[in-house]
Structure formats: structure tokens, C-alpha cells
């Protein structure tokens, strides 16, 4: 089945911008990807520097998507989106970065969804949803994207 922009925006309810073409295949991808403030980071990529909690409690994704991330000052949510019984979520990592959100495995493809940056797949695997950060002109020390 072709995942769309659109099919992505009636299973959760959330509404993407006018610009954005709605009826594009979401690409599935399984490396490293960035969303506005947020990136997805295959764990393999990453694990020296992040652990999972000892019982870590996990929590599957509904068919609607869980709201990772939302922009600066109340913005847009970054949305994790799956089908029912096909991926679960954990906050309770340990980053050494302190950049991490948290972690999902999922067991078949799994789609970021963003109003205004539109939405891209995960293939299936585990992955550690961070933060990005960003240096500010002039200086050299980082910050948040704020996105």
C-alpha cells in the first residue's frame, strides 16, 4: 500500500499546509534523518553514547501517531505515526548528549509527520528521535534548533 501525505493527515487528524503536495509517496528510508528541530538516528549509529533504561517501560504507537516533539513556542508537533501493533516508544534513555527524546522499534515502516515539513518513513528497526542543535552566528556555543 502507497503511504500519502494525505493518508498520513486522515489517519491522525493533523492537518498539513496548503503548499505541500498531498498525494506524494512518503519516501522509507533507514539512515539518519532531520525534521525541522528533530532527527532520527538508527540506534547502531549512536549506541555508544545512549543506553536504555533498566525496565524501561514502552508504549505502543497508536494508529493516530504520538505527538515526539512540538515546535518552539507552542508550534507544529513532530508526530510519529505506525500502524497498530507495528512499533512502540520508550523516554527512558540515557544520552550522554542529553539531546535524546526517546527510542522506537518498529517491526514495519513507520512515518514522521510534520505540518509544515510534510512527513518521511523509517524502515523497520530501533531509533533514537534527538534533538538538533545548531551553533548562533558569533558564537561558540550551541543551541536548540528551534524550529
Known sequence: MTVTLASLSQQTGLTVLDHLEQSVS???VDGIQAQGDLLVIPMSEISASLSLRPNAV???IPSEGVELLRGAAGGNPHTLVADPGTCRWTIQVGDSTGLAIGVFEAS???YLLH???GASGCTPGRYVV????EYA???WSPRLVAD
Not at 534527538?130 to 542543535?133: E, F, I, L, N
Open 26 to 28: 512518503i519516501p522509507v
Open 58 to 60: 514502552w508504549t505502543d
Open 108 to 110: 514495519a515502516p513507520v
Open 115 to 117: 505540518p509544515e515539513h
Open 130 to 133: 534527538r534533538r538538533q542543535r
Open 137 to 139: 552566528p558569533g558564537s
